[in-house]
């Protein structure tokens, strides 16, 4: 089965070329496309896409308020969001993976790497390219615990092997990568990051990224 891809971009040219690159892969299929937000809620209500690739701002309604309401609770369908932003360094993005986004993607980004970001995040895994997300990071670490303050009492839940694996998915690490860090199974690492998105009652690996960063886990920089 095809993955099925909305587009939404306030840009039509952008639209189309996204279309054109998309529409090369065998495994991707274009089912609909929204000017704003507010299309693109009806638009997911209606095609119940499996990927959809959200413009940031947009009239009407913005990406951020589109992404919370298409993932949040009582949403009609399992739709991932894939944020496109033209900044590596836009604001909105962390309020975009707090509302739900399963990653973020340059709208510059090589064809391949849009491609390949549409099918991690159909699989369910986090696109969270390690080297925008340590820009990010670094921009809001004055927003950011120091490290100082008292665990959060959901982090003593976790077994140390799980501690473990969540800062190296901070980290942008895949599945792979980590399995490879810690010479252990892929198997492995899917039932440890598992265990942990159970146990903080967590989403997704974004999710799960954005907690450690926020709970003093982890801290820009630190490696």
Same mark, same amino acid.
């Given at each position: 089965?095809?993955? +099925?891809?909305?587009?939404?971009?306030?840009?039509?040219?952008? +639209?189309?070329?996204?279309?054109?690159? !998309?529409?090369? @892969?065998?495994?991707?299929?274009?089912?609909?496309?929204?000017?704003?937000?507010?299309?693109?809620?009806?638009?997911?209500?209606?095609?119940q896409?499996?990927?959809?690739?959200?413009?940031?701002?947009?009239?009407?309604?913005?990406?951020? @308020?589109?992404?919370?309401?298409? /993932?949040?609770?009582?949403?009609?369908?399992?739709?991932?969001?894939?944020?496109?932003?033209?900044?590596? !360094?836009?604001?909105?993005?962390?309020?975009?993976?707090?509302?739900? =986004?399963?990653?973020?993607l340059?709208?510059?980004?090589?064809?391949? @790497?849009?491609v390949?970001?549409?099918?991690?995040?159909?699989?369910?895994?986090?696109?969270?390219?390690?080297?925008i /997300? +340590?820009?990010?990071?670094?921009?809001? =670490?004055?927003?950011?615990?120091?490290g100082?303050?008292?665990?959060?009492?959901a982090?003593?839940?976790?077994?140390?092997? @799980?501690?473990?694996?969540?800062k !190296?998915?901070?980290?942008?690490?895949?599945?792979a990568?980590?399995?490879?860090d810690?010479?252990?199974?892929? /198997?492995?690492?899917?039932?440890?990051?598992?265990?942990?998105?159970?146990?903080?009652?967590?989403?997704?690996r974004?999710?799960? =990224?954005?907690?450690a960063?926020?709970?003093?886990?982890?801290?820009?920089?630190?490696q």
């Amino acid at each position: 089965m095809a993955i +099925r891809v909305l587009l939404v971009d306030d840009q039509p040219l952008l +639209r189309t070329g996204f279309r054109m690159i !998309l529409e090369a @892969e065998q495994d991707l299929a274009v089912v609909g496309e929204a000017g704003d937000g507010l299309q693109a809620l009806d638009q997911v209500r209606a095609l119940q896409p499996d990927v959809v690739l959200m413009d940031i701002r947009m009239p009407r309604m913005d990406g951020v @308020e589109a992404t919370r309401q298409i /993932t949040g609770p009582g949403r009609d369908g399992p739709a991932k969001v894939l944020v496109l932003t033209t900044f590596d !360094l836009d604001e909105y993005v962390v309020e975009a993976l707090r509302a739900g =986004a399963s990653g973020f993607l340059l709208k510059d980004a090589p064809a391949n @790497e849009l491609v390949q970001a549409i099918r991690v995040v159909a699989a369910g895994e986090a696109m969270l390219a390690p080297s925008i /997300t +340590r820009r990010l990071l670094d921009k809001y =670490a004055d927003h950011l615990p120091s490290g100082e303050e008292p665990v959060p009492d959901a982090l003593n839940t976790l077994t140390d092997r @799980e501690v473990e694996v969540l800062k !190296l998915v901070a980290r942008g690490l895949s599945n792979a990568e980590i399995a490879a860090d810690l010479f252990v199974s892929e /198997t492995t690492v899917k039932t440890h990051v598992g265990h942990v998105l159970t146990k903080l009652g967590l989403r997704d690996r974004v999710q799960a =990224a954005v907690y450690a960063y926020e709970s003093g886990l982890v801290r820009p920089g630190a490696q």
